[in-house]
């Protein structure tokens, strides 16, 4: 019984090691408790699934191939106000930590705190915003004390916990800010200075574990630089004495409301993957490996999916993803053949052609591991490679861990392809009814009219902001205005319907005359505003026109992202009063929210 004791131990280190464990790094990879590590990470992130699936979940991707979990910090799903903060249900962040380390795998933790990941606001609360004098991401003093204020309340929740490796828990990576790099120049000097800040806090945090930056261009020396894209085989570390880790490989891609269902063919991911380990990779992370769903008001973009599923190798719903998630875990387990010489051997490069080449390590020992890759998208290749012929599709990697045998190619998937069927079931009441059945419930009818309900909660001349008015309480705002029409007008005479022409910031509006619907728009994901013009049925007489703005959540990146507003900028109607009308300037009544959010039908937990 001793025995298998220590031998489980030893298969499941972060969660029986109690004392702590070194990580480290060199030139060619990270360095746990001495040894170095090729590593595979599956991104999971907590708040995208609910905690009864984090234990299958983690599971999934241990059984899939995975050393290591992934996870963003979601701050504005943490600190609901300026020092009110919230762990609990989806936002368990211990409770998933912990789950991690009983699965005996290691953790990456991402803690931005801006994280962009298709989340609302890119993680960063909305009320920061409004905290005078506050710029977001660049060198700005209220920006940066909120910052390290939840940055320094997370690791210390971590020590608490004893769940970094230095105090022998599985995080063995911690990450500040998020692709910074795209627009640190943007932000100027005061960019340099804040990249080089934020590394320093990080460090003076004292984890014990190395500090991560994605697409960092000028990383200060205390961090290591990542990339993130499609492919990273290419890729290289700023400092040569920094190893070549990628921490977002995109299986897939999000989805936007009114864009086709993006799809990346497992082959093509699993390429990705051995190239990237051929050319000295060391490292490899899979964002997302289960992608999950944006529950509630969370997704970002704008127009971001409510689902986040990313084609990810685990499925929005917990379920194995095949052929992709079988053909990525036969390729971690031909990677995992390699080990030993890919991190100790010497590699000697040879070319077979334009398209065509053979990567080969040899370590001490006499080991030996070759990856034959042909670039070639179109078109097959037979190469020589030690005196025996090798067939290699187009686009595809052959792994062989003794320089001898082909124990897989990217390009031949043998797992069976798997099609998930929604199931009807019968739906059981929530509540006790006299007759055990949904007829036996009691239904009630709201009518939500359009426009100004109760009293008005200001009234000004000309458009306000959008997003600064309702400051992301709600998606909806109602701009309410009046027309005189004299019954003279030609358009009474003449039966021609004026037209109505609006301009916004986005991002999709109803268009209400008299309480009755007369248009519809929005913009998209890749342009938020829109401009539309439409023909409107007008009385004699006053005229409410009532304008519903909308957001479909809010921008999660960008320089001075933050700032980017919706809502209408110009309502002009063409057609009337012998020209056109501009109520751009007129005087406009706005309320927040629909009436029926005050009638308690939901409960928000």
Request: aromatic share 14%; net charge neutral.
């Amino acid at each position: 019984m001793l025995m298998q004791t220590l031998f489980l131990c030893t298969l499941l280190l972060p969660l029986c090691a109690s004392a702590a464990y070194n990580v480290s790094y060199d030139t060619r990879s990270l360095i746990i408790d001495g040894h170095r590590k090729l590593l595979i990470s599956a991104a999971i992130h907590y708040p995208r699934s609910v905690p009864a699936m984090w234990p299958g979940l983690v599971q999934l991707a241990k059984e899939g191939g995975a050393d290591a979990i992934e996870t963003y910090v979601f701050w504005n799903g943490h600190e609901l106000s300026p020092d009110n903060y919230y762990f609990g249900g989806r936002y368990d962040l211990i409770k998933f930590c912990k789950i991690v380390q009983q699965a005996g795998m290691y953790l990456i933790l991402r803690i931005g705190p801006f994280v962009a990941a298709e989340w609302n606001f890119g993680g960063v609360p909305v009320w920061l915003h409004y905290v005078p004098g506050t710029v977001f991401r660049t060198d700005n003093e209220p920006f940066k004390f909120y910052m390290k204020k939840f940055m320094t309340l997370i690791v210390d929740m971590m020590k608490k916990e004893k769940l970094f490796a230095s105090q022998g828990g599985p995080i063995i990576l911690a990450q500040v800010e998020n692709e910074y790099g795209y627009y640190e120049s943007a932000y100027g000097e005061g960019g340099k200075r804040y990249t080089i800040w934020a590394a320093n806090m990080s460090v003076s945090q004292n984890t014990g574990v190395p500090w991560i930056m994605c697409q960092q261009y000028d990383p200060p020396d205390t961090i290591i630089d990542t990339c993130n894209s499609f492919y990273c085989d290419h890729f290289k570390p700023i400092s040569p004495n920094k190893p070549k880790i990628w921490t977002e490989n995109w299986p897939g891609w999000f989805k936007t409301f009114g864009a086709s269902n993006p799809h990346r063919p497992p082959e093509d991911v699993a390429f990705a993957v051995a190239r990237f380990f051929q050319k000295g990779g060391s490292l490899q992370n899979y964002y997302m490996y289960h992608g999950g769903t944006n529950f509630g008001r969370t997704s970002g973009g704008p127009f971001i999916t409510t689902s986040y599923d990313y084609d990810a190798p685990i499925d929005e719903y917990g379920l194995a993803r095949n052929p992709k998630w079988g053909h990525l875990k036969e390729l971690h387990r031909s990677i995992k053949l390699c080990e030993q010489a890919l991190l100790n051997g010497q590699s000697n490069l040879l070319s077979f052609g334009p398209s065509q080449e053979a990567d080969v390590y040899e370590d001490p020992s006499g080991g030996c591991a070759a990856f034959i890759s042909n670039m070639d998208d179109v078109n097959g290749k037979t190469v020589v490679f030690r005196n025996t012929s090798y067939y290699l599709p187009a686009w595809s990697v052959s792994i062989l861990p003794d320089c001898k045998n082909v124990v897989f190619n990217t390009a031949k998937v043998g797992s069976q392809t798997s099609v998930v069927e929604m199931i009807p079931t019968h739906l059981h009441p929530s509540t006790t009814s006299p007759n055990k059945d949904l007829k036996g419930l009691q239904w009630d009818v709201f009518e939500e009219k359009p426009g100004i309900w109760g009293a008005a909660d200001f009234t000004k001349n000309g458009f306000v902001d959008h997003i600064n008015t309702t400051k992301d309480t709600t998606d909806y705002l109602w701009y309410t205005a009046s027309l005189f029409v004299d019954k003279t007008e030609e358009l009474f005479k003449s039966g021609r319907s004026p037209m109505l022409v609006v301009e916004s910031k986005g991002h999709a509006m109803h268009v209400f005359i008299n309480q009755k619907l007369q248009a519809s728009e929005s913009g998209n994901g890749t342009v938020p505003p829109f401009n539309f013009s439409s023909p409107i049925s007008l009385k004699a007489g006053e005229n409410e026109i009532a304008l519903l703005s909308m957001t479909v959540g809010l921008q999660n990146a960008g320089s001075f992202y933050e700032w980017v507003g919706a809502g209408p900028t110009s309502v002009k109607i063409v057609g009337i009063k012998n020209g056109t009308v501009d109520l751009s300037t007129s005087k406009w009544t706005y309320k927040v929210y629909f009436l029926f959010f005050f009638y308690d039908l939901y409960y928000i937990r």
